[in-house]
Every structure is written in structure tokens, then in C-alpha cells.
């Protein structure tokens, strides 16, 4: 009898729609390599799945009682966790699970809230020697002129604002001179109540796949060319709207670096299963951006992609991370 796996797929996040195509495709992808599947669209607030029209069905929980109350019926053997942002992606789903003794995918509770937080992430990186950028954190409350201020003082300008705890680029805002600040601002405290501000690096961005527990391996190094310049949203998810190029096109000194400091990362963090760090090589050098603990599995998405340089297929990316859930090391 084949091994009975729960994609976990959907969420409540602004990632939502990521989210159901990645698991969707992670769905795929384990009925080829021999699974089992049980499909569950999640959505922990009532209240978003009556303003949305999420109706309970047998492949869509709503809330987190109806969500155990699925997992106790299925029983799955493993739980392959595709959500992005919170609550799926900050630790407290994964703190479930544990609860019920369920081995799942990817990172654990501490891992999964420390890697979604930037601000804590950065903290975590610096302190085991890897090179981050400068940065002002604020929060709502702060008077926008003072925010403005630090900034200058601080960081001067061009910068760029994130909200602290989301994905995809969704709320970042490039801002090139003070008066472009109050509108980023805004925009992106409507997504978090912690933003991030740092400079704005020019140079060229990469990203390291990674995947494994305690004997983890950096998988081929991407160069990430957004066509227009910016890699946001829709240059992430638009078919053709960015170039990705493997190997990317820099020095082995910078290939060594980069593939050092993201096994560094995973490892300071306390990452398992899989994780995706994000850099940039500037003038300065090479600087790590961020830590994404559930990389997304979409047709564009950068895991999926440098895996089969790596040699394997998404069939085989996917068997080996419902392997590694297990604790057995396959890498």
C-alpha cells in the first residue's frame, strides 16, 4: 500500500493563490513518485472564507478544528506543508502537527517563525558570520517623519521597504528620495505592523537552493534577471517575465561564498528539510537577503528548477523531501 501523504496547500495569506499552485503541482508531482495524496485547501479564518465564498468540502478545511479534524481522519503518514506566510509558514501550524505526533515537511516550529520574521533572521545571520545589509526597523506607530529621518541619517538613499513578516515582494516599495517614503510606508504597513528598511543594492541577484537535514547540500546557484529590473510579483510568477540563469553567471570564488553562507544560514537557522536564501552580489560583496523555509513549487518557482540541474526531477525533489520529513537523510 502506497504512503499516505496531506498536501496542505492555500492559507489565508496575501500568497494564497502561490500557495494552491504550488501545492497543486506538489500534488502532481507525489502521485507520479507513488503516493498517496490527499489534497487540503486550507483556510483558518471563518471570517475570510465567507467573505471569499470557501466553502467546507472534502478537500477544503475551514478553521483549525475542521483542519484536525481531517487530519484524524486520514491519518496521513506524512503532511507535505505548502503554505506560505502565516499561520502556515511562522511555526504554528508545524506546532500542530508535533501536537499530534505527525511527521511533516520542511522546518520546525523555531526554524519556521525565526526565518519568516526578516528582522530576527538577520539577527540569527549576523551572529554566525553571515554578511547582511545595514537597516532601519520601525513600526506603526512611529511618526513617518521620524522614520524618514533615521533613514537618512542612517541608511540615505535609494532604499527599499519590506514588510517584515511577507513574501513574494508583496508590499516591498523601492524608494529612491525622501519624498517617496510616506506612500511606501503606508502601503506597507497595511501588510505588517514591522517594516524593514534598507538600502537599495544594485548588482547581481542570486539564490541558493537548499535541501537536507543535518548533512544538507546547496543545490546549483541561480541568477535571478527580472526583464524589468525588479524582481516583483509578477516577474516571480509571470511565465517568460524573468530570466534565470543556471549556472549563474559569476565568479567560483562567489558560487563557493554564496553556497557557504546559504548551507550557514539553513544550518544557524535550524532549517530541515529545504530552504531557498536569497543574495545579492554588490560592490561590496555578496549579502544575504533572506530565508524562505517553504520555497514555492510553481512552474516559475527557483527550487524546482535548480533541482533538475541538479539531476533531479520535481518527482524526485518531492519523494526526497517527504524522505527527509521521515529523518531519513537523502542527499
Not at 17 to 38: K, N, P
Not at 105 to 130: C, F, H, I, N, Y
Not at 216 to 230: N, Q, S, Y
Request: negative net charge; proline residues 5%.
Amino acid at each position: 500500500m502506497s504512503e499516505k501523504v496531506m498536501v496542505l496547500m492555500g492559507g489565508d495569506s496575501t500568497e494564497r493563490e502561490v500557495s494552491l499552485s504550488s501545492g497543486r503541482r506538489v500534488a502532481d508531482g507525489l502521485r507520479r513518485a507513488g503516493y498517496h495524496v490527499i489534497e487540503m485547501d486550507v483556510v483558518f479564518s471563518q471570517s475570510l472564507a465567507k467573505q471569499r465564498g470557501l466553502e467546507v468540502s472534502s478537500e477544503r478545511a475551514v478553521g483549525l478544528a475542521d483542519l484536525v479534524k481531517r487530519l484524524v481522519m486520514h491519518q496521513p503518514e506524512v503532511v507535505f506543508i505548502v503554505l506560505h506566510g502565516a499561520p502556515g509558514e511562522d511555526g504554528r501550524v508545524q506546532a500542530v502537527l508535533d501536537l499530534m505526533n505527525i511527521p511533516y515537511t520542511g522546518s520546525g516550529v523555531l526554524a519556521s517563525a525565526l526565518a519568516l520574521d526578516k528582522v530576527m533572521t538577520k539577527r540569527v545571520l549576523e551572529a554566525s558570520g553571515v554578511p547582511v545589509a545595514p537597516e532601519v526597523v520601525c513600526y506603526c506607530d512611529e511618526p513617518t517623519e521620524s522614520i524618514t529621518r533615521k533613514v537618512g541619517e542612517m541608511l540615505g538613499y535609494p532604499v527599499i521597504v519590506k514588510p517584515n513578516t511577507q513574501g513574494s515582494t508583496i508590499g516591498v516599495h523601492r524608494v529612491y528620495q525622501e519624498s517617496g517614503m510616506d506612500e511606501a510606508l503606508r502601503d506597507a504597513f497595511r501588510y505588517d505592523e514591522c517594516v524593514l528598511i534598507e538600502p537599495l543594492l544594485s548588482g547581481v541577484e542570486l539564490t541558493v537552493p537548499v535541501v537536507g537535514n543535518r548533512r544538507a547540500v546547496a543545490l546549483p546557484m541561480i541568477e535571478v534577471v527580472p526583464a524589468g529590473g525588479f524582481y516583483d510579483y509578477e516577474a516571480k510568477y509571470t511565465p517568460g517575465a524573468t530570466e534565470e540563469i543556471i549556472p549563474a553567471r559569476v565568479p567560483d570564488e562567489i558560487h563557493q561564498q554564496c553556497a557557504h553562507y546559504a548551507l550557514l544560514s539553513h544550518r544557524a537557522l535550524g532549517c530541515r528539510g529545504m530552504s531557498r536564501i536569497d543574495f545579492i552580489w554588490a560592490s561590496g560583496g555578496v549579502v544575504a537577503l533572506e530565508v524562505n523555509t517553504i520555497p514555492g513549487m510553481t512552474p516559475t518557482s527557483l527550487l524546482p528548477r535548480s533541482a533538475e540541474a541538479y539531476g533531479w526531477s520535481f518527482e524526485r525533489l518531492v519523494d526526497n523531501i517527504v524522505r527527509l520529513a521521515r529523518g531519513e537523510e537523502v542527499v
